[in-house]
């Protein structure tokens, strides 16, 4: 069964700085990983969905998957306050794909 | 931008008592999902459905039913809640293969 770490738990950076996500899960043969955004209260916003080994940015949000690691990070360039949230790593599983597996989030915040 | 709706989206219930929550999606995704996520684990597949009629189990489908009526609604049924169950419930739509997938707004549910 496909299972998802994220890590750090927490990170606190200054705005601007760049901010470094990272997540590890345990079958590579998966071929969709996700990237999602969640403020406190809200529901789930798609940062970057990203389906083969290398990177994929989105604004200022790229992802960087190596399925021979078994990693997919995410980098946020010139974050910030508004960045402050928590951020959910999710991978593509199961028969047909159908299931989606989440990370337990790495909770940012960006101090101003 | 597709569009999916939950109800109620706050809910206290007693210990015993039968609970609905609902999910409505004007997408014309096949695919809806349920979800519960709680500190420390993220979200967690509970059921999910392929389409009008069918209800799939996830991970964690003990102690709920689903319900899919039609294209747009999807139910998730607490028969006998239990204060274990108290958590913040998730529902999602998607394309085939979850390759797209839209989150509610979730619904915050307390079990007394």
């Known amino acids: 069964q496909q299972k998802v770490q994220q890590s750090p738990e927490s990170l606190t950076v200054s705005e601007g700085a760049m901010a470094s996500l990272n997540c590890t899960f345990s079958d590579g043969t998966s071929d969709n990983f996700r990237w999602y955004r969640q403020h406190s209260g809200k529901g789930l916003e798609m940062l970057v969905s990203?389906?083969?080994?290398g990177e994929k940015e989105e604004g200022r949000f790229t992802a960087h998957l190596n399925r021979a690691s078994l990693h997919v990070s995410l980098h946020i360039r010139e974050p910030q306050p508004s960045d402050s949230a928590v951020y959910l790593c999710a991978v593509l599983t199961g028969t047909g794909g159908y299931k989606v597996v989440f990370g337990s989030g790495t909770r940012l915040l960006v101090s101003p | 931008e597709a569009a999916v709706t939950q109800s109620p989206r706050n809910k206290v219930a007693v210990t015993g008592g039968k609970v609905t929550l609902s999910c409505n999606q004007t997408?014309?995704?096949?695919?809806m999902y349920w979800y519960r996520q709680d500190t420390g684990h993220g979200l967690r597949l509970i059921h999910y459905s392929y389409g009008a009629g069918s209800t799939e189990k996830g991970d964690i489908p003990d102690g709920y039913k689903a319900s899919r009526p039609s294209q747009e609604n999807f139910s998730l049924i607490l028969e006998l809640a239990t204060p274990s169950q108290t958590s913040v419930y998730f529902c999602a739509s998607g394309t085939g293969g979850a390759r797209e997938q839209y989150f509610g707004p979730g619904t915050r549910l307390t079990v007394l």
């Open positions: 990203i389906f083969s080994d």
């Open positions: 997408n014309n995704h096949n695919n």
